[in-house]
């Protein structure tokens, strides 16, 4: 009774003690438990993050971190390399057939479309459709006029400020997804500090940025831009004055030149059949020379 009276009391000590230890351990379990979901929750945030970046540059969602490092990699050798930027002008009256065939160049380049043409909408969406980026090409003036016309809605050197602002916001609404204006034709209007004034801030007003096509030698829209702050670039090279694949070739190969000297170029081009043919030969032969860019990446 004595042995058991002395064993009995220990007992319920030693389930007691087991019990507790049973609720310590349960509750570092739990604890420990929770920890290990916070750490685990921890790095989902930039998994999360890096996702939508490595998008644009992968098709395979469930490689997270991977296609970063390419994306980095590739990008090292091609800063490196000089900027080329090509403009096409003058689409909005093209059969969408031939602008399709441009835009089926695997490379980022610019388009610059007319307004008020039978296909100008439908230019600028299959441009944008296939990533391509799309200017305005504000018509004004030449000096020529009106032997050489530039079109319906023209900014005209005899308009008033009032009817200049207003004819080029109603252009800039007639084009979806334009980022950028350059000029069609316009010989009368870029040497004009006050009339590209007008003009140059309602495409400030916009965000876009400008790129003189400098049809005329003594155009000062360049520096007015810079006046004004809007981004703009100048074209160095017409590509297809005379559209004889020769001729376009060593305008090419000109382009090519200067951007391998200067770091960059611009050179334009027109939405004319003998030039898309051109450029499907031109463009896959310097792949690897130079970093074909949009227009925009050249404006400061
Ligand atoms: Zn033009």
Not at 159 to 164: A, F, S, V, Y
Not at 189 to 202: A, Y
Not at 214 to 221: F, L
Request: with cysteine; net charge positive.
């Amino acid at each position: 009774m004595g042995r058991r009276g002395s064993t009995g009391p220990s007992t319920p000590l030693l389930l007691g003690l087991g019990a507790f230890m049973l609720l310590v351990g349960l509750g570092l379990g739990l604890l420990l438990s929770q920890t290990s979901c916070q750490r685990k929750q921890k790095p989902a945030p930039p998994k999360l993050e890096a996702e939508p970046k490595s998008k644009p540059e992968s098709k395979h969602p469930a490689k997270v971190v991977e296609p970063v490092k390419p994306a980095a990699a590739k990008q090292e050798p091609a800063a490196a390399l000089p900027k080329f930027a090509l403009v096409v002008d003058d689409l909005g009256y093209a059969a969408p057939e031939l602008v399709t065939r441009l835009c089926a160049q695997p490379i980022p380049f610019t388009v610059a479309v007319l307004p008020y043409q039978e296909f100008t909408r439908e230019s600028a969406n299959i441009a944008f459709e296939k990533g391509k980026e799309v200017m305005l090409h504000l018509p004004m003036e030449p000096v020529g006029y009106p032997k050489a016309n530039p079109g319906p809605g023209a900014v005209m050197f005899n308009l008033t400020e009032k009817e200049i602002r207003e004819r080029v916001r109603k252009a800039l609404d007639a084009i979806p997804h334009h980022t950028g204006v350059n000029n069609h034709m316009g010989s009368r209007i870029t040497p004009d500090k006050p009339r590209m004034t007008w003009v140059l801030q309602e495409i400030k007003a916009r965000h876009d940025f400008f790129v003189d096509s400098r049809t005329e030698k003594d155009s000062v829209a360049f520096d007015v831009a810079k006046e004004l702050g809007v981004p703009s670039v100048q074209r160095k090279v017409f590509l297809d004055d005379d559209k004889a694949f020769a001729a376009m070739e060593k305008e090419w190969d000109r382009a090519l030149a200067i951007a391998k000297k200067e770091g960059e170029v611009l050179i334009i081009a027109h939405i004319y059949p003998e030039t898309v043919e051109a450029l499907e030969k031109l463009i896959p032969r310097c792949r690897g020379e130079v970093k074909f860019v949009k227009a925009g990446e050249l404006a400061k």
